[in-house]
């Protein structure tokens, strides 16, 4: 039979991260709705429906002057839309921080407890082979693992998809061509960055590991400082941290230069895309005139 995969994006961890996510933010539904009603209305509000009325206000500038008696009754609906889309945005952005702040808050309270009733559940033995200051940084990066990925998908990932459906709906009636390659361009760019993503993450699980056996090391050394005083095992001790610190050094340096890669990989991208984005509205302009 074969083995199952059980590496830092299989499908087993994958299944437990979304499980405890699912399990910490369904204690607060009206915080999870709001982080995503906030973060698409942000999205559509300030960064199209904002630019849309700008864009409405030059054409109508750059289309015939206004006297200065009718500047008002002409651009009176145009500033006043442009008032109530800033404040219904900047609104929707201030109650997604306020909805982030509440799933973190409820997911560091629930998180702390969970871990210390596993850890207090514990045999002897189980504490005995193991460094309690690395266990107390697990703790701590398993805690702070939630608060990163609320923030991932509220700031980062719920934004980016509202952007792709609202440029896909605004741009397809004028140039379904256009969509097409862009869809395409995206597409590339998904497959490219997760396969690089796929890479970093045992990197990235290494010095986690390392990290948290050089806070184990430390927290030891600290704790028990007068047992090691008492036998004369400083310099071993000294030695112990230092092999600790140098792994991690290591592995951060691994997992730093496979990132800048990485960067490196989606900026080429990127800056193709917007190639490509410059060479349609270079044509578009010339097929209109």
Not at 223 to 244: M, P
């Amino acid at each position: 039979m074969a083995q199952r995969k059980t590496g830092p994006l299989s499908g087993q961890t994958i299944r437990r991260t979304l499980h405890w996510f699912w399990w910490v933010t369904r204690k607060k539904p009206f915080a999870a709705f709001m982080a995503v009603f906030t973060s698409v209305a942000y999205t559509a509000l300030l960064n199209y429906a904002n630019t849309w009325v700008m864009g409405l206000i030059v054409d109508r500038v750059q289309a015939e002057p206004v006297a200065a008696a009718q500047v008002w009754e002409v651009f009176a609906p145009y500033v006043i839309a442009l008032l109530v889309v800033n404040a219904v945005g900047q609104t929707c952005s201030k109650l997604q921080d306020w909805s982030v702040m509440q799933l973190e808050l409820n997911g560091n309270f629930h998180l702390a407890r969970l871990c210390f009733d596993t850890l207090s559940n514990q045999s002897m033995t189980f504490h005995t082979s193991r460094f309690g200051g690395s266990l107390v940084s697990q703790t701590s990066r398993f805690m702070g693992g939630y608060v990163g990925l609320v923030d991932v998908v509220v700031y980062s990932l719920i934004p980016t998809l509202a952007s792709i459906v609202c440029t896909i709906v605004l741009l397809w009636p004028a140039s379904p061509l256009f969509v097409c390659i862009l869809f395409l361009m995206l597409t590339v760019y998904v497959v490219v960055a997760y396969t690089m993503y796929q890479r970093i993450l045992p990197l990235s699980a290494a010095t986690a590991a390392a990290q948290n056996k050089l806070s184990g090391v430390l927290s030891d050394a600290v704790t028990n400082i007068l047992a090691v005083k008492t036998c004369g095992r400083e310099d071993y001790e000294r030695q112990l941290f230092d092999d600790a610190d140098r792994e991690a050094m290591t592995a951060e340096r691994v997992s730093m230069n496979a990132m800048m890669r990485r960067g490196a990989m989606t900026s080429g991208l990127i800056t193709f895309i917007m190639f490509v984005t410059s060479i349609f509205v270079v044509g578009g302009n010339a097929c209109t005139t």
